[in-house]
């Protein structure tokens, strides 16, 4: 029985750009929603709110929209792939589970989040908010993705 659920754990080793796809397409709904829900409920109104005098300043329109469909898309393709990467070290586990999504959240939402504060383009003490609703992101990206992975073995 042991055996059966270490082999089951196991990851394929070559990456197989069909599940690679299916899986990167199903975790994008869940980033999709979470990426949408904290820009209109948080980030929209602080960028309204700090860059009040910028122009047009995180305005919204179909062309927008999309692009972010395609950024939240591509963001989704790194964390599956980062994953896929950490599972083919640990194994399909918490502990890649963990290390994947914190490792995603620090290359592109601390990153960006400290960035911005940096260029006084967000207030520091927004971080504090906007930070953790996005490791949460990267967390669950990071376990429907193992899960999934699990799946498909």
């Known amino acids: 029985m042991k055996k059966r659920l270490m082999q089951k754990r196991q990851i394929e080793k070559h990456f197989n750009i ?6 990167t397409i199903i975790v994008s709904v869940w980033v999709n929603a979470s990426e949408v829900f904290r820009y209109f409920v948080l980030v ?17 329109n179909w062309a927008i929209f999309a692009i972010w469909g ?7 393709a790194l ?3 980062l994953f896929w990467l950490c599972a083919n ?5 918490t502990r890649s589970i963990l290390i994947s999504g914190f490792m ?10 400290v960035g911005l504060a940096n260029m006084n383009l ?5 971080l504090l908010v906007v930070l953790p609703l996005a490791l949460v992101e990267t967390m669950v990206a990071a ?6 992975y699990l799946r498909r073995a």
């Open 104 to 113: 995603s959240w620090c290359f592109f939402f601390l990153l960006f989040w």
């Open 70 to 76: 395609v950024w939240d898309t591509l963001l989704t």
């Open 143 to 148: 376990f429907i993705t193992a899960k999934l």
């Open 18 to 23: 069909k599940d690679f796809i299916l899986i």
């Open 122 to 126: 967000s207030s520091w003490s927004y």
């Open 89 to 93: 070290a640990f194994g399909n586990n």
């Open 44 to 60: 929209r109104p602080e960028m309204h709110d700090y860059l009040s005098l910028v122009p047009n300043v995180a305005d919204m």
């Open 79 to 81: 964390y599956v792939f």
